[in-house]
């Protein structure tokens, strides 16, 4: 009898053993916006992550990686934290990633350093967002990383007199902050600095007062959209004929370019990811998109974020296993090192933030289409905040 | 001296897209009493449609007197169809639905483009820069002036000299008399809607550049739309053309002079301006 009972207890616990090294789930929470007037934001990390799966399968190591999709519906700081408590608590998601906005990221800061969730964003591009918690690891970019390049390279180049025209908002001061920094180093004048209301949608007033400056080029942010359009529109009409260069940061992406038109040629862009880079990783994003989600799918800054960001959970899941500690994670993650489609990039152990490659570059018209040529490369900036600002 | 020429052709074409666009809803309001929270949504459907056309290659002249007249007509259908049970419904009602109307049309074309904005592109003869003498200057927003001013013109033209104009101006005034005198004030209001609505349509097209088309359009412009009915008095043709001018002249003004504050130079302007004129500039008789 008591080797019966033996048994069947020896027998019971090896087969409980053995349902645990079976294949797990792993559940990824993706916050991002899929409907409203930023659904675009939403959409490009979907399709990248699909994409991903298309090129790495779904599962690592026959463990299964299960993406849930949450829709924060625009920048909703209370939203997105109620969100990222539901995956946390009820799904029990073992990453979180997504953010397309910065007050979004920032609301689940604590709750994440609480509950030790892995977070990587895909967007949100503040400097000081990846402070906010030790479990933030940022693969997009930040504002000061894309805007010094640009600065820099001005004043070696002909461009002495500046005017700065932002959105009066916080990736706009950014912008302008580090702009105005880095250009005065390099001995250039700011001749003013202007910041526009967020909800303007006609430029003409404030282009000119730029003109009346006579500068060599403007500077310019704007939160993408309509604001964009005819920001570029404005500036081809009233400053361009003048003479004045267009020097932006994201303005000029490629998705954008058939909305704003002939306008955008000649306009300078400042950016961490060109679209028409020749990597085979590039070739490939960019076919997989349009095989599967139709001709006009252009990559942008949003796609590659995801695509590398689903890299680095993946990694982390073929190093660790699917049952893996968050502080071994958050090691893993912020020494990785890898080829994405923008070229080489690397995780800042120190400040878990993105190192990449900055590329300036210039609309053209090629083949009846508007794309980005990149004429300059600087190579592997980190985040110039952050240096600035230990 | 140069900037200030511009800034104030800047204004004043703003004041005209403004203007063609907030004319239909003032005489509606005036009119028919009616709130109509929708009327931006009539201008954003005749600014798509004409986008569409123009992208399809149909012929820009062609293209923007057809979106008019389907603008015109879907005030037509809506009229039939939804305002007319909510004359008698009292205020709250036509609120709220004229509101669900609008978020109806922004759900319906962002399904249809997507929430990106459509452009509308302008043929090559309206395009470009014509020499003032001072500065080069967009031909297009001359050309927005000019049709602002024909438009003007002949708005008053029917509306002060015609019979037509003579009925409405009656029915606006008192419609309880004007019906005891035989004016068939109901076969007005549709009249007067649809050719509001057709307006809007135009508006919406033209004004293309300055307001750009996306689906929020609807609402985000609305506040500008009532701001210019307000200040310029219900029921008011005048007032609309005055209000719609002046604003806009003062918010170009503002965002050259003051940029940081732009925004609130306006609505500042609007709390003023109503302090002194609650009713509007030429306010309706039946207030007075």
């Given amino acids: 009898m008591r080797i019966w009972s033996t048994g069947l207890c020896a027998g019971a616990a090896l087969l409980a053993l053995n349902g645990m090294a079976a ?112 479990y933030f690891v940022r693969v997009s970019f930040t504002l000061p990383q894309d805007t010094a390049p640009v600065a820099e ?55 000119e007062r730029v003109l ?24 081809a009409s009233r400053l361009k004929p003048a003479g004045i260069q267009l020097l932006t940061t994201n303005e000029t992406q490629e998705i954008d370019l058939p909305r704003i038109g002939k306008a955008a040629i000649d306009a300078i862009g400042s950016s961490h990811y060109t679209e028409t880079l020749d990597n085979p990783l590039n070739k490939k994003l960019r076919s997989d998109l349009v095989a599967m989600f139709g001709n006009d799918r252009i990559p942008d800054t949003a796609t590659v974020s995801a695509y590398d960001g689903m890299h680095l959970i993946y990694q982390v899941i073929a190093k660790l296993g699917p049952k893996f500690n968050p502080d071994d994670a958050m090691k893993v993650m912020s020494e990785m090192k890898f080829d994405s489609p923008r070229g080489p990039i690397m995780i800042d152990p120190k400040t878990r933030d993105i190192v990449q490659n900055v590329y300036l570059r210039r609309v053209k018209e090629q083949g009846g289409r508007l794309v980005n ?18 | 001296m140069t900037s200030a020429i511009v800034i104030l052709l ?13 004319v239909g809803l003032t005489v509606t309001m005036g009119l028919m009493r009616v709130v109509n929270l929708a ?19 149909v012929p820009f002249i062609v293209a923007v007197i057809a979106a008019t007249a389907a603008a015109g007509l879907l005030g037509a259908l809506c009229e039939l169809t939804i305002f007319r049970p909510l004359y008698r419904k009292g205020e709250l009602a036509q609120v709220l639905m004229t509101f669900g109307l609008t978020f109806v049309m922004i759900a319906a074309l962002t399904a249809m483009f997507g929430t990106d904005i459509k452009r509308l592109p302008v043929p ?20 927005l002036i000019a049709v602002g001013l024909i438009l003007a013109l002949a708005l008053w033209l029917i509306i002060d000299r015609s019979l037509y104009g003579a009925k409405l101006r009656a029915a606006v005034d008192n419609p309880r ?32 550049e300055m307001l750009p088309l996306e689906p929020f359009y609807a609402l985000r412009y609305l506040v500008l739309f009532l701001v210019v009915v307000a200040v310029g008095g219900h029921g008011s043709f005048k007032g609309s053309f005055f209000a719609a001018l002046t604003l806009g002249i003062i918010d170009t003004a503002g965002k050259y002079i003051w940029p940081e504050i732009s925004a609130f130079i306006m609505f500042t302007l609007v709390f003023v301006l109503l302090l002194w004129r609650p009713y509007g500039l030429i306010p309706p008789k039946a207030a007075a």
Wanted: proline share 6%.
């Fill in chain 2, 177 to 208: 008399i004007a019906r005891a005198v035989g004016i068939d004030v109901n076969k007005l209001f549709t009249i007067t809607f649809v050719g509001g609505c057709a307006l809007a349509g135009f508006g919406g097209i033209v004004g293309a």
């Fill in chain 1, 23 to 134: 294949a797990d789930i792993v559940k990824v929470g993706v916050i991002g916006v899929f409907s409203g007037g930023f659904a675009r934001w939403g959409e490009q990390f979907k399709q990248a992550i699909e994409v991903y799966q298309k090129h790495n399968g779904d599962s690592v190591n026959g463990h299964k990686i299960e993406i849930l999709y949450r829709d924060a519906g625009g920048p909703d700081p209370a939203k997105a934290r109620q969100l990222a408590e539901e995956l946390i608590l009820r799904e029990k998601v073992q990453f979180l990633a997504g953010f397309a906005f910065t007050p979004n990221a920032l609301s689940v800061a604590q709750l994440i350093t609480e509950a030790k969730v892995p977070t990587v964003i895909f967007n949100a591009a503040t400097a000081s967002v990846t402070r906010r918690s030790p």
């Fill in chain 1, 153 to 207: 390279w001005a004043p070696k180049n002909g461009i002495k007199k500046v005017v700065t025209l932002v959105s009066d908002y916080a990736p706009g001061h950014d912008a302008e902050i580090q702009f105005l920094k880095t250009f005065k180093e390099g001995g250039g004048e700011i001749a003013e600095s202007i910041r526009v209301p967020l909800s303007t949608t006609d430029f003409a007033p404030f282009f």
């Fill in chain 1, 212 to 235: 009346n400056q006579k500068p060599d080029a403007m500077f310019m942010f704007g939160p993408g959209g309509p604001a964009s359009v005819s920001m570029i529109n404005t500036w």
């Fill in chain 1, 373 to 390: 040529e990149n004429f300059h490369t600087v190579p592997m900036v980190k985040d110039p905040w952050k240096e600035a600002n230990p």
């Fill in chain 2, 39 to 57: 009327h931006g949504g009539f201008a954003m459907a005749g600014g798509y449609l004409a986008a569409v056309m123009v992208v399809a290659g």
């Fill in chain 2, 124 to 143: 090559d003869w309206l395009g470009g820069l014509v020499d003032l003498g001072i500065r080069p200057y967009p031909t297009y927003r001359l050309f």
């Fill in chain 2, 10 to 22: 800047d204004g004043i074409a703003y004041g005209m897209v403004l203007f063609i666009i907030s």
